[in-house]
């Protein structure tokens, strides 16, 4: 079992920044790809970035690329997300998932961003 905290939610103007952190309870945490999802009101939940569990390789939606980065310490079992530039349509809930390929998905409870205009 996989614990995930996130952390570092808020109210922001658009243009500002937040970094979102999520920290694992899991020993194994550099085995584990990690992303970033996020579920506005009545929407679905999508991603918005990815960092795999090796080299790190990254991927983001593309409605956030170029204004948000992923990144992971290994030895702070932590995946964090750097928002800048932010806008009203980035408001949603966000949440941090722990995959691989030998054991099920984990998600956290998620953390509120809201962007005011």
């Known amino acids: 079992q996989v614990q995930l905290v996130e952390s570092g939610g808020g109210a922001v103007q658009a243009g500002g920044s937040l970094r979102l952190s999520c920290a694992a309870s899991?020993?194994?945490?550099?085995?584990?790809?990690m992303a970033w999802y996020r579920q506005a009101p009545g929407k679905q939940r999508d991603m918005v970035a990815t960092?795999?569990?090796?080299?790190?390789?990254?991927a983001y939606a593309d409605s956030v690329k170029g204004r948000f980065t992923i990144s992971r310490d290994n030895a702070k079992k932590s995946v964090y997300l750097q928002m800048n530039s932010l806008k009203p349509e980035d408001t949603a809930v966000y949440y941090c998932?722990?995959?691989?390929?030998?054991?099920?998905?984990?998600w956290g409870q998620g953390t509120q961003v809201t962007v005011s205009s």
């Open positions: 899991t020993s194994t945490f550099s085995t584990y790809h």
């Open positions: 960092i795999s569990s090796n080299i790190g390789t990254t």
């Open positions: 998932k722990a995959y691989s390929g030998y054991a099920p998905d984990y």
